[in-house]
């Protein structure tokens, strides 16, 4: 079993920056890849970014089109944590962002994962 809480959601300026974490429970969190995904107001969950980590490759990201260039994945493995910097945000990425650990093979999709967090509000206003 692995345990996702999030943290580092708030309010924030369009334009601003935000960092999100997730800490995970266990001692297998280097095995797993790790994704976050986000849910808006009325809108199904979608796929924000994902990290895998390997031994003989180390990390590889995957990035949704809609924020490649703005955030940036990154996980330690020393810590058991995951982050997502979000910079230069617009009112479009208001959402609740969940963390989710698994091993699947498609980093976006969701069904790929095992584990999720409880989730973090997001919410991009002036």
């Known amino acids: 079993q692995v345990q996702l809480v999030e943290s580092g959601g708030g309010l924030v300026q369009p334009g601003g920056s935000l960092r999100l974490s997730c800490a995970a429970s266990?001692?297998?969190?280097?095995?797993?890849?790790m994704g976050w995904f986000r849910q808006g107001p009325g809108k199904e969950r979608e796929f924000v970014a994902a990290?895998?980590?390997?031994?003989?490759?180390?990390?590889?990201?995957y990035y949704a089109e809609s924020v490649k260039g703005r955030f940036t994945i990154s996980r330690d493995n020393d810590e058991n944590t995951v982050y997502l910097q979000m910079n230069s945000v617009k009112a479009e990425d208001t959402a609740v962002y969940y963390c989710?650990?698994?091993?699947?093979?498609?980093?976006?999709?969701?069904?790929?994962?095992?584990?999720w967090g409880q989730g973090t509000q997001v919410t991009v206003s002036s």
């Open positions: 266990g001692r297998t969190f280097s095995r797993y890849t």
């Open positions: 990290i895998s980590w390997s031994s003989w490759i180390g990390s590889r990201t």
């Open positions: 989710a650990a698994g091993g699947g093979p498609s980093p976006a999709v969701a069904a790929t994962y095992d584990y």
